[in-house]
T-cell receptor
């Protein structure tokens, strides 16, 4: 069964450093997403990406965040200057359309120290 | 602003019995609903979904019921098995502008424990 692959599984970084979280969505999917889950809280939408541009972003997704699909297979989330409160599980997801094959990766646990 | 609410943080049932997980929503623009199962340190795994044009969808042991007038949906698992023990998330989406976005809004989840 096709999978969404995320790397690394765990990233520890110092406050103020830049991190890049990587995702390989399912190859024929058209819509790409990043979500995050702070420990003990619900899964929250960050950003959606379609047709090589951001289609929607949440309030969380401020100027410190950016996304790229550099080569047609990878989908990255960059946090320019990490803060302690960025510590969370970050999930990448992809879909063919509304509810169609909406699949999540296993997540990257980001710890900012 | 909790647009999707799962009011029961936990549920415990005996193996072989029915598990009923509930979810309420407030946004009338939601037109597609999904249930995900999640284990610790893993991503949400899709279980079953339902479009707003239906009121029931069944897949094996899993059935989702949608009551649009009450803005309520439920997931029934029967018979429940110990391997079903996990956190269950209800999620909803609304057709985005121009069909360019299908973000999901999640509930807080319900921890289901199925006892042998």
């Amino acid at each position: 069964e096709p999978e969404v692959t995320q790397t690394p599984s765990h990233q520890v970084t110092q406050m103020g450093q830049e991190v890049i979280l990587r995702c390989v969505p399912i190859s024929n999917h058209l819509y790409f997403y990043w979500y995050r889950q702070i420990l003990g809280q619900k899964v929250e939408f960050l950003v959606s990406f379609y047709n090589n541009e951001i289609s929607e972003k949440s309030e969380i997704f401020d100027d410190q965040f950016s996304v790229e699909r550099p080569d047609g297979s990878n989908f990255t989330l960059k946090i320019r200057s990490t803060k302690l409160e960025d510590s969370a599980m970050y999930f990448c997801a992809s879909s063919l359309g509304q509810g169609l094959g909406y699949t999540f990766g296993s997540g990257t646990r980001l710890t900012v120290v | 602003d909790q647009q999707v609410k799962q009011n029961s943080p936990s549920l415990s049932v005996q193996e072989g019995r029915i598990s009923i997980l509930n979810c309420d929503y407030t946004n009338s623009m939601f037109d597609y609903f999904l249930w995900y199962k999640k284990y610790p340190a893993e991503g949400p795994t899709f279980l079953i979904s339902i479009s707003s044009i239906k009121d029931k969808n069944e897949d094996g042991r899993f059935t989702v019921f949608l009551n649009k007038s009450a803005k309520h949906l439920s997931l029934h698992i029967v018979p429940s098995q110990p391997g079903d023990s996990a956190v269950y998330f209800c999620a909803a989406s609304a057709r985005g502008s121009g069909g360019s976005n299908y973000k999901l809004t999640f509930g807080k989840g319900t921890l289901l424990t199925v006892n042998p």
